[in-house]
């Protein structure tokens, strides 16, 4: 990690606070989105912001240039919406920029309107432009042009790790799966808590875990990221910011941040892994709506865990892995965050779960999510539609063997009841499936 000193570059930008307006009100995030509200316009020019990030290899592109990426942000390239704003799927061509190679990205707008202002913007170019790993979303390059304010980065084709255990129609996560994606967001905290500097995350939770196609986790987000103590100071004291439900209790209470303030949230992912259920849901039982504090007592005792498990799992999962997770979530949710384990360790005991293979064999066929919710939306309305078509045809069917039947009964001796029907068309004759495609194909080309 490069030692700019970027908390100096932001007290010249903006005096002396370098927290957000939100941070000095001291704000704490629902899980859904509400956040932080900042009106904050720096004065600074794009000019300071290169010579800041040089080194960074990030790419400053123009408004006109990411327009041109995301077909001037239409709707059909809007993969969804946070509090920082709109997010876009683009595609860099290899005529954009020489020498630029051609990928696919994720291009986030920032809302000039909305709960997050400039602060989280920097925050997110600063820290993520010097960072590099491989369970880190990486930043392709930024805009900052007059009030415009983006953040251009790799696309990631598996979204959110939210979207697929909360708000997916398709088959539920597999096990093994779910430790993956455990292991790599682990290992993409630990990076940031060893790094030379360290940083503190704060807002790790599931919508800010983003996979690629094979399940690889990437953390992303990095507009409330602190940097860690030095020195002697054990703690950073900052306003509470982060998200409801997964921020440690004692940060919420006092102010004071540590590493293990996101080993507090890192717990509380993997239990939603785990069990399948949000952090906090307040469509559930009041003593269900807490997930820690109702999954917490199962935690370390064999004999209860299997209750709080997520069902969809079917009982497909190692018991032992099950265990040592459930085992490893229990102590990353201490009450005390000196009992709770560093990055590096939970890492350490994860990993080898992977290769338990006391995962039962059952009838579970995974078909791994190639498309998004509008798409399968589409399919499952073809579907549908063929299946209503097979349906129609099969009465149809149904109904001409009857009349045959009938008729076979009331004229055995006519040549009349072959199975099959010719129809005339002008001077063709046609069986009755052929009438029927060509009508469905008529249908289908909107005649
Ligand atoms: N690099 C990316 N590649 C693919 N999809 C992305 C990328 N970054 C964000 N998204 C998608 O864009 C949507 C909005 O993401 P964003 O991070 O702005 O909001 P969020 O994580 O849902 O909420 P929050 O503001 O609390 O972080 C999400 O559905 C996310 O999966
Ligand atoms: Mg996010």
Request: aromatic share 8%; proline share 5%.
């Amino acid at each position: 990690m490069a030692k700019s000193p970027w908390k100096s570059f932001l007290m010249s930008c903006w005096g002396k606070s370098v927290e957000s307006s939100a941070a000095r009100r001291g704000e704490l995030r629902s899980s859904s989105n509400s956040g932080i509200s900042d009106s904050f316009r720096a004065p600074f020019s794009p000019e300071d912001l290169s010579l800041t990030l040089a080194g960074s290899n990030l790419l400053a592109f123009t408004i006109a240039e990411l327009k041109a990426v995301t077909r001037n942000f239409s709707m059909t390239n809007f993969v969804g919406s946070g509090g920082f704003g709109p997010v876009y799927k683009g595609y860099i061509d290899e005529k954009l920029r020489p020498g630029l190679e051609a990928q696919y990205v994720a291009v986030k707008s920032l809302d000039l309107d909305g709960s997050q202002g400039h602060r989280e913007w920097l925050a997110e170019v600063i820290f993520l432009g010097q960072l590099r790993h491989p369970n880190l979303v990486k930043l392709v390059g930024y805009c900052c042009e007059d009030e415009h304010r983006m953040l251009v980065y790799e696309f990631m084709p598996g979204g959110s790790l939210e979207n697929h255990i909360f708000k997916s129609l398709l088959a539920s996560l597999p096990w093994s799966t779910r430790l993956k994606i455990a292991v790599g967001a682990a290992k993409g905290l630990a990076f940031l808590h060893e790094a030379e500097k360290p940083v503190i995350y704060r807002d790790f939770k599931a919508s800010n875990i983003l996979l690629e196609s094979d399940y690889t986790a990437k953390l992303s987000d990095f507009g409330l990221a602190k940097d860690g103590p030095q020195g002697d100071n054990t703690h950073v004291t900052t306003r509470v910011m982060g998200t409801h439900g997964y921020a440690a209790p004692e940060y919420v209470l006092t102010g004071h941040l540590t590493a293990k303030s996101d080993v507090y949230s890192f717990g509380v992912v993997l239990l939603e892994l785990l069990t399948g259920r949000r952090c906090v849901d307040k469509n559930r039982p009041n003593r269900q709506k807490n997930l820690v504090d109702w999954a917490r007592p199962c935690l370390n005792n064999a004999d209860k865990l299997s209750r709080v498990m997520d069902p969809s799992l079917d009982g497909l999962y190692s018991t032992k892995g099950a265990q040592r997770a459930a085992a490893i979530a229990h102590k990353c949710l201490s009450h005390t965050p000196k009992s709770r384990p560093d990055m590096r360790s939970v890492v350490e005991c994860l990993e080898p779960l992977l290769s338990l293979n006391d995962v039962p064999v059952g009838p579970f066929v995974y078909v791994a999510p190639t498309e998004r919710v509008g798409e399968k939306k589409e399919k499952e309305q073809e579907q549908e539609q063929e299946m209503e078509e097979k349906m129609e045809m099969e009465t149809e069917e149904k109904n001409h063997h009857n009349r045959d039947e009938r008729h076979k009964q009331r004229f055995p001796n006519s040549v009349i009841h072959s199975e099959i029907t010719l129809h005339r068309d002008g001077n063709n004759l046609y069986r009755n499936s052929h009438v029927r495609r060509t009508v469905r194909q008529n249908q289908e080309r909107g005649a």
